[in-house]
């Protein structure tokens, strides 16, 4: 007999075959054992459901309910987005760009008039992925279709629907991303099949990671799951070396180099495309990355004594050192200093002081009688619009009070001459200068847009910095600036952002763009890959802050509140029907479930034991997919329990939720199977709980 005809003969009984030792699986069981077939009807009907949502949902609200003005906050928000992204205008969003990119396509092509279409298009799609990949988990068509109903009739689901929405083709991708990867591992590796999935689910990743930074955890769950397949693959005894180094490579390239293309390509074309400036958003942005947006900055050589500056926090949002006419409430003669999110504001401008001259500028008229500031020396602060000092003082800040915060402010008047508390020794912290013409000599000097300083106190030995914490209202919210002894490095960076002289006569000037000093007459827009690589760090540094100390932690009555993490719950939102509770507190008992049962074949695991189990095709995809369902679930859930602000939505569970719920369909369909008598009684009781609830 062939090895094909005993492996055939095997599986009619059972579908392991007898190594050298004892029975194994081959890594394609489930293709062998014709699990998970998908047939032409069940594409029909998952193109059936495509239409019939989307018809069902348009159909279901008037005309004038699809064509009415951006009314929905994040309607608004996105098509602003657009709009900026059409105008090739710069841009902060929270997420990455190619949901944008794809709807400007559209909207400039006016492929589709209402992209509230397009949303509703991805949104029935993700229905139809979802019966796939439940009729692939081998799930019957009657469990696959309760699948669908459960989740079209989850109200945040539906609302999703009807507008314009950057969740409608996250979901999707992700829909397709599961249906490509269990279709992958119940396929024979190799086939032209296979690499038509392996390639949907590389671009499908990508595409997935360009959209929302969740896909990043869905990237990471594939990569889990491809994992568990090598793990298969190398212990079928029929393999050979050669599969599973092409298995390898074909796994490097497309699911590690091809999503990681996409997702540079994509941003690659957002930098590319930012041509206008727009300050509301650039302000947050480094002079390096501003330099890019509004072209080469003109600063001096050097810092002279007697320039007016603005001071930049570098580890901040956008952080400008500023002082207003606010007086501490422990201390009303000593002004607040904090960090200001404006870049315009006239409370940002500091006069750079001698410690012990009092320079007349009048008198001066050539470069040669100004005077430098040197590293390591000492200068005084003047607030440029209240006339007063900046100093430090052994009295605590408003929210740091541990005993080595000192608290930083703006004393006196204009006529005050200062003492010790009121100077400041600057010191190097980073000198960025790429001039090769400059001299050893110069590099003792400050020089604007160049130098990364740091400034400490004489009188209190402590150190100026700032952190992420925010004053309380009557502070405006505003960043809070404390001085220490020894202070964290990074916190202690400064950057002169920009420069005016005390005189009106030419001083030698540097052009400065992108980092560098340019000599050339015009701003070269084609990046390198060093530049890039460099604003592509920033923009995605930027993107996380500013969602979380920016865009929400505005929103709150008291800053503080935003920083405080919230354990994420699983709470229902109220416009899903009341029988949908069976479904999703049910989804989470079906992994509790799942979890003992394994629990208790460990603890009836006898390694030692040289009797064969009976082996259940149904029970090995019910431990196979169950594992893949709480991995996966747990990935995507806990993320969102660190986070630092409030905006936690229903809508951000639905992956995790997708994974419950295949769960548990998954669950009914082993027992539907196995267990026939103990099934009809649990849908009977269902359905007996469902009308009394109605009632």
Known sequence: ????????????????????????????????????????????FAFLVVVANFTFVWKSHPSSFWARPWDNDTEQELFGYIRFYLDKAFYIHELPPFTVQLYSTIERLDIIQNLRCVSLFFNSSTLAFLFLV??????????????????????????????????????????????????????????????????????????????KFIGFLTWGFIILSLVRQFDKLISDVDITAFQIVRFIVFNLLFIFIVPTSIFTLSYWNLLSNFNVDVPEYSKYMTTSFKSYLRGSQLQPTRLYYGSTITLRHLDSMAGYLTSHEIPYPSDIQENLVSLLFEEFNADNEWVVEHPTLKLNFSEIHRIGQLIPLEFDHDIK???????KLLRASTAKPPISEQDYDLRISCTKDSEYEGGMDERWNVLLVKDST?????????????????????????????????????LPEWGYFEQEVLCM??????????????????????IPTMKYYMNEINSSTEDSRTLSLTQFVGLLKEYIFKQYKYNYYVRYGK?????????????????????????FKLAWYGSI??????????????????????????????????????????????????????????????????QSFIFSELCLLESLNVLAKSHKTIFSIMILLLITSIVLMYK
């Open 1 to 44: 007999m062939s090895k094909q005809k005993k492996r055939n003969s095997q599986n009619m009984v059972d579908p392991r075959l007898q190594g050298p030792f004892r029975k194994y699986l081959p890594y394609n069981i489930f293709e062998e054992c014709h699990i998970g077939h998908l047939t032409t009807l069940d594409y029909i």
């Open 134 to 211: 439940l009729r692939r988990i081998d799930c019957s068509f009657i469990i696959s279709t309760v699948g669908l109903l459960t989740l079209s009739n989850w109200g945040t689901f539906r609302k999703e629907g009807t507008i314009l929405s950057s969740d409608n083709l996250e979901w999707c991708l992700f829909s397709i991303i599961l249906y490509t990867s269990i279709t992958m591992s119940r396929m024979k590796l190799g086939t032209a099949k296979w690499f038509a999935h392996l390639i949907t689910l590389s671009i499908s990743l990508g595409l997935a990671i360009s959209s």
């Open 381 to 387: 602060l003047r607030h440029k619009s209240t006339g």
């Open 434 to 470: 790429n001039d090769n013409n400059n001299s050893s000599s110069d590099d003792k000097y400050v020089k604007p847009l160049r130098s990364e300083v740091q400034l400490r106190n004489k009188g209190q030995r402590c150190g100026l910095l700032s952190h992420d914490l925010r």
């Open 485 to 506: 002894e020894n202070p964290v490095m990074s916190r202690t960076s400064f950057l002169i952002d920009s420069v005016r002289l005390a005189v009106d006569f030419p």
């Open 555 to 579: 929103s709150k009555a008291n800053f503080e509140d935003s920083l405080v993490v919230e354990k994420w719950p699983i709470t229902l939102d109220a416009g899903s029907p009341v029988w």
């Open 589 to 654: 008992l079906a992994m509790i479930v799942f979890l003992c049962v394994q629990c208790n074949r460990i603890v009836h695991w006898n390694p030692w034991s040289t009797t064969e189990t009976v082996f259940s095709i149904n029970w090995d995809i019910y431990n196979e997919f169950g594992w893949e369902c709480t991995v996966g679930w747990s990935l995507h859930y806990y993320v969102f329990t660190m986070s630092p602000h409030f905006n936690l939505e229903s809508k951000l569970y639905f």
